[in-house]
C-alpha cells in the first residue's frame, strides 16, 4: 500500500446525555435526515411560490399543504426505507426476527425502499388534494438530493456501506475487523470511500442539475421531466458506484466474493445494480414522454 488516507477521528454520535437511568444520543445519521428533509421543505416552499417557473398562474400548492405532505414524506421514507431493508437485504434473518422490523434505531434501511415508500405517499396525496402528480413529483425531485448528499456523508461518518479494497491514494483505512478483512492484502487495508462517491455524485452534482435545469431551462414546464432525470440520474449513478462498493455480506461467499446475485459468467450484478435498473428504464421512458408536444404545460 503506497498511500491511504487514515480514518478520521470521527464518533458516530455527536453528543449524549443521561436522564433518570436512559442514555439520549444526538446521531449524525439521525441529523442528515432532519436537516436533509428540512433544506428539502424549503426548496419545495420556494419553487411553489413562484407559479411563473411552472408555467402557471396559481401556486401549486398552499403553504399548509406542503406542511402537511412534509409529515407524510417523513412517513414513506422511514416506513418504506425499513421495510425496503428488509425484503431486498436481510429477509431471512427477518422472517425468523419479525419483533427485530420495526427495531430501526439499530439501523437498516434501503434507499429503493424509502423512494417506494415516497412515490405512494404521493400518489395518494395528489389524489386526496386534487394536485397535478407529476408537477409534484418534479418539486419531490428537486427535494430529494440535499437529503441524499447529507445521508451519504453520515454513512461515511458512521464507517459503513465502504467500498472494495483499493490502493488509489485516496483509498481510506477504515476502522473495524470487518473493513480491515481483505483478502491478499498485507497489513492496513485500504477502500474506496464509496459513500463519498454517493455523496457527490446522487446528491450534490444530480442536485445541482435539477435545480439549474428548473430555474434556468424552465424545466418544469414540462410535467414529469426532472421526476424523469431524478430516476434516470439516480440509477445511473448508484449503478457505476456499485462498481466500487462492498457488496452486503449475506451474499458474499468463496465462490461469489463480489457478492453478485445475477451472475454473468466472470461478472455480474450486485443488488443496488439490479434494483437500480427499473429507475434508470422509468426515467428515461418519462423523459422521453415529455418530449411529446400535448405534454407541455
Excluded at 23 to 52: K, S
Excluded at 85 to 104: G, R
Excluded at 166 to 171: A, E, R
Excluded at 233 to 243: D, I, P
Aim: hydrophobic share 55%; aromatic share 14%.
Amino acid at each position: 500500500m503506497l498511500a491511504a488516507i487514515p480514518f478520521p477521528n470521527l464518533s458516530p454520535e455527536i453528543f449524549s446525555v443521561s436522564i433518570g437511568g436512559f442514555e439520549f444520543a444526538l446521531r449524525w445519521y439521525a441529523l442528515a435526515y432532519i436537516v436533509g428533509i428540512l433544506i428539502g421543505w424549503r426548496i419545495v416552499i420556494h419553487a411553489c411560490a413562484r407559479p411563473a417557473i411552472w408555467g402557471r398562474e396559481t401556486p401549486l400548492m398552499s403553504r399548509e399543504q406542503i406542511d402537511d405532505l412534509l409529515t407524510w414524506v417523513i412517513l414513506g421514507v422511514i416506513i418504506g426505507g425499513r421495510l425496503g431493508f428488509v425484503l431486498f437485504y436481510q429477509p431471512a434473518y427477518y422472517l425468523q426476527n419479525p419483533l427485530e422490523i420495526p427495531m430501526i434505531w439499530q439501523g437498516g434501511m434501503a434507499f429503493h425502499g424509502g423512494f417506494l415508500g415516497v412515490v405512494a405517499v404521493i400518489a395518494w396525496f395528489c389524489w386526496k388534494h386534487k394536485i397535478p402528480l407529476w408537477n409534484l413529483a418534479d418539486a419531490l425531485a428537486m427535494a430529494t438530493p440535499p437529503a441524499i448528499f447529507l445521508g451519504r456523508i453520515a454513512n461515511f461518518i458512521n464507517a459503513e456501506l465502504w467500498g472494495r479494497p483499493t490502493d488509489l491514494p485516496w483509498g481510506v483505512i477504515f476502522p473495524g475487523a470487518a473493513a480491515q478483512d481483505c483478502p491478499d492484502v498485507v497489513g492496513l487495508c485500504a477502500r474506496h470511500p464509496s459513500q463519498l462517491y454517493e455523496a457527490l455524485l446522487e446528491g450534490a452534482l444530480l442536485g445541482a442539475v435539477l435545480l439549474y435545469l428548473a430555474y434556468r431551462r424552465g424545466a418544469l414546464q414540462r410535467p414529469a421531466l426532472l421526476t424523469g432525470l431524478f430516476f434516470a440520474g439516480y440509477g445511473a449513478a448508484r449503478f457505476f458506484v456499485e462498481l466500487f462498493r462492498q457488496a452486503d455480506a449475506q451474499y458474499i461467499t468463496m465462490e461469489n466474493p463480489f457478492g453478485y446475485v445475477v451472475r454473468l459468467g466472470e461478472f455480474g450484478l450486485s443488488m443496488g445494480q439490479l434494483l437500480s435498473i427499473p429507475m434508470i428504464a422509468v426515467g428515461i421512458v418519462l423523459m422521453l414522454w415529455t418530449r411529446r408536444p400535448h405534454q407541455r404545460t
